[in-house]
C-alpha cells in the first residue's frame, strides 16, 4: 500500500475522486490529509473516510512550517498529493520529498500558472485568452508555482464556452480522471524522470 498525505485548501472534490476511485482501493491508504484553512469542504470529506486531518499554520495545535517536515516523515509517507492546495510548500520539505510531491493544476501548464493562478483566476485567464483548448496537468512540484516537471496532461475542448465557470466545471471532470489515474501509476512505479522528462511507462 501507497501511503499518501493529502493537501488540500478547498472544497475537496479531487479528493473524493481519489477515495472514490475503484482501482485506488488497494493501491493506497490516505494517511493524512492537511490544510491551511480548518474548515474547508475536503476535511468534512477525509473525516466522513475517518481519516486524520491536520490544520496547517501558526497557533495552537496547527502544525508550523517549522514543524512540517518532521510530521510529515513521521507519516513515512511515499507521496504527497496536492489537491487545490493554495500555499507554497516549504523548500525543505520539497528537497527531502524531491519527485515525491505532485500537484494538479487546471490549465495546461507550462501556461497560466504561477502565483495567483488559482481556481476561477486561470479559467478566467484562459476564457480572456480566447484559447481554445484547455486541460488539467499533474506535475511533480519544486519550490516555485506551477514549474516543476509535467507528468501528465488531459485537454478539453473550449472552443465554444460560454463563461470561464463553463471552462472550470468541463476541466474539473478532466481532474478527477487524471489525478487518480497518476496516482495509480506512482502506486505502480510506472512513473520516470528520464532524458529530462517525467514519463509514465505503461
Ligand atoms: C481544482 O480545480 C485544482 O485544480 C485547483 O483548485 C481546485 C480545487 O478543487 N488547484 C489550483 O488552482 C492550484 N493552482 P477541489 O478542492 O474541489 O479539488
Keep these: ?17 481519489i477515495l472514490e476511485h475503484p482501482e485506488l482501493k488497494n493501491l493506497i491508504e490516505i494517511v493524512a490529509v492537511f490544510s491551511d484553512k480548518s474548515d474547508c ?9 475517518g481519516i486524520e486531518t491536520r490544520v496547517l499554520g501558526k497557533g495552537e495545535g496547527r502544525i508550523s512550517n ?13 507521496l504527497i498529493v496536492l489537491a ?7 523548500v525543505e520539505v520539497v528537497r527531502e520529498f ?9 490549465a495546461l501548464l507550462p501556461s497560466f500558472g504561477g502565483k495567483g493562478m488559482y481556481g476561477i483566476n ?18 511533480f512540484v519544486d519550490a516555485e508555482y506551477d514549474k516543476g516537471k509535467i507528468i501528465a496532461q488531459k485537454c478539453v475542448d473550449i472552443s465554444d ?5 463553463e471552462i472550470a466545471e468541463r476541466v474539473l471532470r478532466v481532474e478527477h480522471q487524471l489525478l487518480p489515474e497518476v496516482i495509480k501509476a506512482f502506486a505502480e512505479n510506472r512513473i520516470f524522470v528520464e532524458n529530462n522528462r517525467a514519463i509514465i511507462k505503461s
Excluded at 1 to 17: D, Q, W, Y
Design 41 to 49: 469542504g475536503a476535511f468534512q470529506i477525509a473525516r466522513s473516510y
Design 66 to 78: 517549522e514543524n512540517l517536515l518532521e510530521t510529515l516523515k513521521n507519516y513515512k509517507l511515499n
Design 122 to 139: 486561470v479559467h478566467t485567464a484562459v476564457f480572456n485568452s480566447s484559447a481554445k483548448v484547455s486541460g488539467a496537468t499533474v506535475h
Design 98 to 106: 524531491e519527485n515525491l510531491i505532485i500537484n494538479i493544476h487546471p
Design 161 to 165: 464556452a460560454k463563461s470561464p465557470e
Design 1 to 17: 500500500m501507497l501511503r499518501l498525505a493529502v493537501f488540500v485548501s478547498g472544497r475537496g472534490s479531487n479528493l473524493k475522486a
Design 84 to 90: 487545490g492546495y493554495l500555499k507554497l510548500v516549504p
